[in-house]
């Protein structure tokens, strides 16, 4: 594996994926601070039940963990005097206890407007269960139906849950008379989801005609994104017992949407705080966008799954939080607007596919070695820096590799940015930096001039690349083997990009012929990326020696190979991209050989371009015509006389 092979943007990738971490960190330890914080002065959330007297000597169960605000039950008549009935209630309090058991009943419709339960059709009676237990984490329902599609849902209608709760045994349906706010509350909720559809570029065969029909494409581009309607047919419904006393106004847009208010109007004495019903949880969080279904008229039935569970309270907000956002950047993304990092807001999507789709196990051991892959890049970015940076002289490097490094690197940049509408811009930053560094590479080996072109040529100028220096003989023989390993590459690379070429040409189609042409040489760039690596491992056998590699560097690099191919198996990607993880791992067996092979002779350069023992650094110059014989051995000889005493600490050169 070559030198020019250095980790791409490894910095920038680490302080990446450090500033990810600990801003996820950050924000787990502020959220746990803050709950921790109105615990105290809430007095809690802990499920209790009190047993008391209403107004009227009844005796009622009524919630204990209420703070200062009055059950419920016991609320007062009248306002205290000079308080102000405030529309938006501040502070909100359990309704009923959080150890109640209710009963459930959720319906289907195409009409926001709920009608009488008994009315509904029963194939639209999702589900019907009584006597659930709220706090009982063991206790949970299963409903699995079929229903008939409705016509306006065919047509991009809102397909509405209807939802209906109450104490056990109280009337749940508010169309019949003998309803009670007090004991029962209904809600509706969307089972549908309008989301944005990716923009597909179009392409065709580019040795076919272009069709007459693109004069009439302008008149039907649209000026905003598609939406289509999606449906899941899996849902899981969750109540969530210990949310104790809320503040209202404060409280997340993604938490507020499943607050249920009292429906009266009631309020305290002060008329700042009321009551609210048992948080429901419609739970989307995993309701993936390649398991849904795009509605339309051709969709007639469907099936729908719900799960009836309970949740604790800190999971609730942090699945509803975390897919709340994402949707709103998927659909800011698909309106042009920019969102941190860039993206289209999907990448929550990909996090979930490998929590679904991969082994507990393995998925482990990936996010173990992740760690220690963001470990091994650093210190293999650092050590390359600083293998360039020291190193005197050009042996055993392969300059040509590291200009084809950059050649391809740029392609993949360019390629990237051809085919990603929303690609992530710390991609994009990364890749570019790579670039810089393979050009700071260049520099540190050879001087690149811009020269006069030769007479008769199009350009009038030219970059040239010259030596720093005289090379000695083991630097000319470096440059030789160079030149012969390419010509080989040359000979059984250029055949299989054509062959490639051609072929993708023929079968395969594009959006352009510059979209063609980065296309053909990132698939080449995939597939025979690794002849790159061949030229090091050609000098290093004419050499017969390995001194000159960065060995630590070399070392973490393919320590990283090994960790590539484990996201191979876990991460979706392109056929030809898992290809090209395995193709390090050939070139590292074949360097482990030659390690073998060619011991390290300490009193050849070392990994820095240094001698086996500490010598004062020599400048590379023209070679100097020697002094006399007879005045060099005056000088030796009165050197020796005025400093016998350094003779026993003289060492002998091997």
Known sequence: ??????????????????????????????????????????????????????????????????????????????????????????????????????????????????????????????????????????????????????????????LWGHFYVGLTGSNLDPKEPGFDPATAFHFVYPLTQYIPKKKEAKTRNLLEERPEVEEEEPEEQSTGPIIANYYHPNTSLSFVPDTGILNYPQTHPAIRQFIHVESTGARDGSGQNSWYYPVLYVNTFWQLRSHMIQLNETVKTLPLRLDLSNMKNWKFNILASVDFNSKQQALQAAYGGPIAGGGDGSEIEIVKEMFLDTNPYLLAVTATVSIAHMVLEMLAFGSDIAHYRKKKDNVGISVRSILANVFMQTVIFLYLIDNSQNTSWMILGSQGIGILIEFWKITTVVNVRVRPAPPGSLIPYRIAFEDKYQLSETEEKTKEYDEIAFKYMYMAGVPLIIAYAIWSLVYESHKSWYSYILTTLVGSVYAYGFLMMVPSLYINYRLKSVAHMPAKAMMYKFLNTFIDDLFAFTIKMPFLYRLATFRDDIIFFIYLYQRWAYRIDYTRVNEFGQGGEDEPEEKKAEPKSLPEADTAAEKVEETAKSSGADTGTAKKRK
Not at 125 to 134: D, R, T
């Open 1 to 158: 594996m070559p030198e020019a092979n250095a980790p791409v943007a490894g910095d920038a990738r680490e302080e990446q994926g450090q500033s990810i971490l600990y801003k996820i960190v950050q924000g787990v330890a502020i959220w746990f601070g803050m709950q921790l914080l109105m615990k105290q002065l809430t007095g809690g959330n802990n499920a209790q039940t009190a047993t008391t007297k209403d107004a009227s000597g009844n005796v009622v169960q009524v919630p204990a963990n209420t703070g200062d605000i009055p059950a419920y039950q016991l609320r007062p008549n009248t306002l205290d005097e000079g308080a102000v009935w405030n529309p938006i209630p501040q502070r909100l309090a359990p309704i009923w206890p959080s150890d109640s058991s209710v009963d459930i009943v959720v319906t289907l419709s195409s009409s926001f407007v709920p009608v009488k339960i008994s009315s509904v059709p029963e194939e639209y009676v999702a589900l019907k269960e009584k006597g659930f237990k709220l706090g009982n984490w063991s206790d949970t329902r299963v409903a699995e139906t079929t229903f008939t599609v409705p016509s306006s849902v065919q047509k991009n209608g809102t």
